[in-house]
């Protein structure tokens, strides 16, 4: 059955589901949402894949290398709504891994989550952080060219510090690779940027990824009514960021039916248009129609 809603952005494939993945999949793919489980390093997007093949329709795989897992680190972070430990192992980009899953299967439909990540890396010397934001860049750039090689969109995670400087860093190595990018070039994820980093992006074809958090801030809004319908796409980034009734729970993709009920409110459009369009606009990206 077509999807009513697609998810572009989850991570079923994450411990937080290692529990009852299955029974979340099969009571999402009832509602017919459909969605992308996005790999942040080998272990989870070899996972994203194997958990995709599993199903004949609805569910799909992107792969890549998280800006965060290009270096060692240690985080807390609240599962079930208990503090846990997460810890983060430098991996280089193996090309030839992610090439393996791509010709491994129909149902990997893009290449991330890659970008960068400078909010986590506050905490260290300004020398540090000067070789891991180098370190970053190179890694990004390298899956830049991988998506061109694979002929697969990107999905981008971008996270600042101040004055939007990984979003200017990004657009950088954009742009020095701009002939080389597809005429659907990716998702910039979670986008948290302002209206002129926003048009650049449109300028090079990009669409923009909208989750929970847009229910209950109101940041967003005028960013949400800038950029046209045609140009979002709905996400979740569960299990993190569960919109409003929901917020402070496990996020998962069903939720994302109260991000399109924003996006509709915010833009004064119907809810099922708002729905469908989305709907089309994610599968368009991702070779699907």
Known sequence: MPPKLFDTH?????????????????RTLKEQVWFVNVGAEAKTSRRAVDIAEKYPEGVFAAVGLHPIHTYDDKFEETVKGEKVEFVTKAEAFDKDF?????????KVVAIGETGLDYFHIKKFTEDVQKQLRKKQQEIFEQQ?????????????????????????????????????????????????????????LLNLGFK????????FTSDYDETVKYIPLEKIVLETDSPWLAPVPH???????????????????????????????TTVNAQKLF???
Do not use: M, Q
């Open 208 to 215: 923009f990824g909208f989750n929970g958090v847009i229910t």
């Open 10 to 26: 989850t991570h079923f494939n994450f411990n937080a589901f290692k529990d009852d993945c299955r029974e979340v999949i099969e």
């Open 98 to 106: 992610y090439a393996g899953l791509v010709n491994s299967s129909k």
């Open 144 to 200: 830049v060219n991988f998506a061109t090689e694979v002929k697969k969109p990107i999905i981008i995670h971008c996270r600042h510090l101040e004055d939007f400087d990984a979003y200017k860093d990004i657009l950088n190595i954009l742009k020095n690779n701009k002939n080389k990018l597809s005429n659907r070039p990716g998702i910039a994820h979670f986008f948290a940027a302002d209206k002129k980093i926003a048009t650049e």
């Open 247 to 277: 917020r402070g729970k496990r996020n998962e993709s069903l939720y994302v039916e109260y991000v399109a009920k924003k996006i509709s409110a915010l833009k004064g459009l119907k809810y099922a248009d708002v729905a469908s369009s």
């Open 287 to 289: 070779g699907l129609i």
